[in-house]
């Protein structure tokens, strides 16, 4: 059964990173308490590093359990960790550096490797050594953070490419139509698997691609790649500013208990 998206809309940037924030704390109180840790898969890109930005100040780093947090990547630009564009070296600047993470707790994606398909095979096998999980089985993420490209893609899974099509593998190497064009990342399969999906996304300029995923009117729109995460047994929530979330014709508040 597929998941109903829980839509949650701040009304200012601010007010939706706090209550991003809050969010994260909430379900890592109860991933820990559950089973004595919480794995999270980050996401690259400019909205969630404002949310990074905030879980490191004094507030934040007091609040959470970092020694019992986790960190997995959902996708990496195939480049050195050091690149201007890695996803890793956002994260290390804005979170883990600030917040003193342990090394050991981190894992991210080797997108340095001069063969990708290798790195994404490296990298399958250390999600399933982290959380113990058989190769017969899709290891159960606690929460994934996802961004959304104007293309309607997320993580680095892009219309139109076979790392959609991927049933078998929980990392593949994706392809973007610009930029750093040969990515890892994680697929529909583990994606859609998680405890929680968490999508993040903000500003005007996002509005109209929202609408056409949520409220997916076409049959084009509904195979748009962030249309396709749906989580099997688990929660799929938006969150967003009152920008991102002016086109939708349905609405919910962002008061809705975690």
């Known amino acids: 059964m597929s998941a109903i998206p829980e839509i949650r809309i701040a009304d200012n940037l601010h007010e939706w990173a706090q209550d991003a924030a ?4 909430s379900v890592s109180e109860q991933a820990i308490t559950s089973r004595g840790r919480f794995i999270i898969a980050l996401s690259g890109g400019s909205t969630p590093k404002t ?6 100040t004094p507030e934040w780093k007091a609040r959470l359990d970092w020694s019992r947090i986790f960190f997995l990547f959902g996708d990496e630009r195939c480049a050195p960790p050091d690149h201007p ?11 883990f550096r600030p917040l003193n993470i342990d090394p050991d707790h981190i894992y991210r994606m080797k997108g340095e490797y001069e063969d990708p398909t290798a790195a994404a095979q490296e990298y399958e096998g250390t999600i399933r050594s982290l959380m113990k999980s058989p190769s017969s089985k899709v290891p159960l993420i606690d929460l994934v953070l996802l961004g959304l490209g104007d293309d309607g893609h997320t993580a680095s899974l892009f219309p139109g490419t076979a790392a959609l099509q991927q049933q078998n593998k929980m990392v593949t190497v994706g392809r973007a ?3 750093i064009q040969s990515r890892l990342t994680l697929t529909l399969g583990v994606l859609n698997h998680a405890a929680v999906v968490l999508f993040l996304v903000t500003g005007a300029g996002k509005a109209e691609i929202i609408r056409r995923v949520i409220e997916a009117p076409s049959e084009a729109d509904r195979s748009l790649p962030a249309a396709r995460i749906s989580p099997e047994s688990g929660r799929l929530v938006w969150m967003l500013d009152q920008a991102a979330a002016q086109q939708l014709t349905k609405k919910r508040s962002h008061r809705e208990d975690t």
């Not at 949310?51 to 490191?56: H, P, S």
């Not at 996803?87 to 290390?92: G, Q």
């Open 22 to 25: 809050t969010f994260i704390h």
């Open 51 to 56: 949310l990074y930005q905030v879980l490191a």
């Open 85 to 95: 564009e890695s996803n890793f070296k956002m994260v290390h600047t804005a979170l």
């Open 177 to 179: 139509p610009t930029g």
